[in-house]
Nanobody, 125 residues
Framework: QVQLVESGGGLVQAGGSLRLSCAASGRTFSSYAMGWFRQGPGKERDFVAS????????DYTDSVKGRFTISRDNAKNTMYLQMNSLKPEDTAVYYC??????????????????WGQGTQVTVSS
């Protein structure tokens, strides 16, 4: 198993930046492909970005391409999401997830086995 803890959320004005972190403990971090998902008020949990076990491959939902960057540091057991040019529609609870059977990226929540508790991101207009 792996335990995931997100941090770095907060309140920011439109156009601002935040960097989210997802710290993992337990089984070897590099054994998991990782993903970020988000859930806005009254909405379903949606895919944001994912990264392969080695970090070589990444994938993004269209609405964040060019603004968000996913990365990981396997030596530090941590994944990151750098979010720039934030918009009010980015407001959501952001979750990190780990997929033990995944080698590369995936946008499907059901392919992730472990989830963090989430961190709130609020973007004011």
């Amino acid at each position: 198993q792996v335990q995931l803890v997100e941090s770095g959320g907060g309140l920011v004005q439109a156009g601002g930046s935040l960097r989210l972190s997802c710290a993992a403990s337990g089984r070897t971090f590099s054994s998991y492909a990782m993903g970020w998902f988000r859930q806005g008020p009254g909405k379903e949990r949606d895919f944001v970005a994912s990264i392969s076990r080695s970090g070589t491959n990444t994938d993004y939902t269209d609405s964040v391409k060019g603004r968000f960057t996913i990365s990981r540091d396997n030596a530090k057991n941590t994944m990151y999401l750098q979010m720039n040019s934030l918009k009010p529609e980015d407001t959501a609870v952001y979750y990190c997830a780990a997929g033990g059977t995944l080698y590369t990226t995936s946008f499907r929540p059901r392919q992730y086995d472990f989830w963090g508790q989430g961190t709130q991101v609020t973007v004011s207009s």
